[in-house]
Nanobody, 127 residues
Framework: QVQLVESGGGLVQAGGSLRLSCAASGRLFSNYAMGWFRQAPGKEREFVAAITWGGGSTTYDDSVKGRFTISRDYAKNTIYLQMNSLKPEDTAVYYC????????????????????WGQGTQVTVSS
């Protein structure tokens, strides 16, 4: 069983930066992938980025490519989402999730692929 706890959300002005953290309790195996999703008010949850726990390969949604960076820290059992050049449209609750059986980035945007979810952290970007 894996429990995920996000932190680092807050209020920031457009153009600013935030770093989200997702601490995992329980062992993460090399075949796991970790993802970040977000849900804006009145919208469906959408994929943001993913990273393979073993190899560190990454993939991003086009809307955040070049602005956001996903990374992992083995020693801390934690993944991060560095968010730069934030825009008001990035405002959302951000969730991290764990996929126990990564099978390629073609499926990383599928919510159904993820077995564990955190409770979310609010990010608000003011204009």
């Amino acid at each position: 069983q894996v429990q995920l706890v996000e932190s680092g959300g807050g209020l920031v002005q457009a153009g600013g930066s935030l770093r989200l953290s997702c601490a995992a309790s329980g062992r993460l195996f090399s075949n796991y992938a970790m993802g970040w999703f977000r849900q804006a008010p009145g919208k469906e949850r959408e994929f943001v980025a993913a990273i393979t726990w073993g190899g560190g390969s990454t993939t991003y949604d086009d809307s955040v490519k070049g602005r956001f960076t996903i990374s992992r820290d083995y020693a801390k059992n934690t993944i991060y989402l560095q968010m730069n050049s934030l825009k008001p449209e990035d405002t959302a609750v951000y969730y991290c999730a764990a996929d126990r059986s990564w099978s390629g980035f073609d499926y990383s945007s599928w919510e159904s692929k993820y077995d564990y979810w955190g409770q979310g952290t609010q990010v608000t970007v003011s204009s």
